[in-house]
Structures are given as C-alpha cells and as structure tokens.
C-alpha cells in the first residue's frame, strides 16, 4: 500500500517530467498543509532566464500566497531532488517544519550532501528530514536528461 509521502512524491515527480520536456533539469516540487496540495513548481530557470525560478521557489511563493502568510508551519513540503542552499535558506526561512525529497544531490545539496543548513542548531529553526522516497524514479528521471544532455 502506498504511504503519504509516496503519492505526494508521485505529484511532485509528475511536476518534474513537465520540466524534463522542457529541457529542464527536472526537479519537482509540491508543498502540503492539511492535506491539500496548496502549492506546485518545476525548474524554470532555463525557460524564465531567472536563477531563481527553482521548483522549491515557485511552490513556496504558490503556498505563501495560498495560506496568505510567510510562514508554512504546518506544510511538508516534497521535492524530487536534495535542495541546494538557496532553496534550503527559504525553506528554513518560510518555517517548513517537514522536508521530504528523493534523490541525493552530491553536487549542490544542501540537505547533507555538501552541508547540511536545515539542521544547524545556530538557526532560530530546524527542519525534520525524510530521505530517499522514490528515489530510484527520482534519480532515474535525472539521470535520463543528463544522457540525453551529453547525447
């Protein structure tokens, strides 16, 4: 039977196959509070010209707007991929209290792989981590577009 974190991770891994045909590095993101997916993003960043427009980003903003406050504190917010420290820092400060992603990111990852930010006890806030849900789709889906990418 599927767990929670699993069918969210399959929302946010459907997000990720719509930047994948974007020739987009294909992450996906979905934030969840109550339930209720108020929030959704893919990498842009090619498509938009805006380092910004990372998945993590745009679902924060959507959530944000959504509960019509900064603070997320009672979302879970799921990703595809390890979050660098860009999107780390605005987890840590939108008060995402539940982290749930899917692969490893060895190169950028701020959640362990490089440092780790969302568990630094010098923050005013912490992050519950969960790791590796779905991670051989998600780390597939990467893998295929870096292929396709050298092909």
């Known amino acids: 039977m599927e767990n929670k974190d699993e069918m969210y991770m399959?929302?946010?891994?459907?997000?990720?196959?719509?930047?994948?045909?974007?020739?987009?590095?294909p992450i996906g993101c979905v934030i969840v509070h109550k339930g209720q997916i108020i929030g959704k993003g893919y990498n842009l960043r090619n498509t938009e010209k805006n380092a910004l427009r990372h998945a993590e980003i745009t679902a924060i903003d959507q959530a944000c707007t959504h509960l019509g406050d900064w603070r997320l504190d009672d979302c879970t917010i799921y990703v595809t991929l390890e979050p660098c420290?860009?999107?780390?820092?605005?987890?840590?400060?939108?008060?995402?209290?539940?982290?749930?992603?899917?692969a490893k990111n060895p190169k950028?990852?701020?959640?362990?792989?490089?440092?780790?930010?969302l568990n630094n006890?010098?923050?005013?806030?912490t992050v519950d981590i969960t790791e590796g849900t779905l991670r051989e789709d998600?780390?597939?889906?990467?893998?295929?577009?870096?292929?396709?990418?050298?092909?």
């Open 108 to 117: 950028a990852g701020a959640v362990g792989s490089v440092v780790n930010l």
């Open 10 to 25: 399959k929302e946010a891994l459907e997000l990720a196959k719509k930047a994948f045909h974007k020739n987009e590095v």
């Open 138 to 151: 998600c780390a597939s889906l990467m893998k295929l577009f870096f292929a396709n990418l050298r092909a």
């Open 121 to 125: 006890n010098n923050f005013n806030h």
């Open 85 to 102: 420290p860009m999107c780390a820092g605005a987890i840590l400060q939108a008060r995402i209290p539940r982290l749930v992603y899917g």
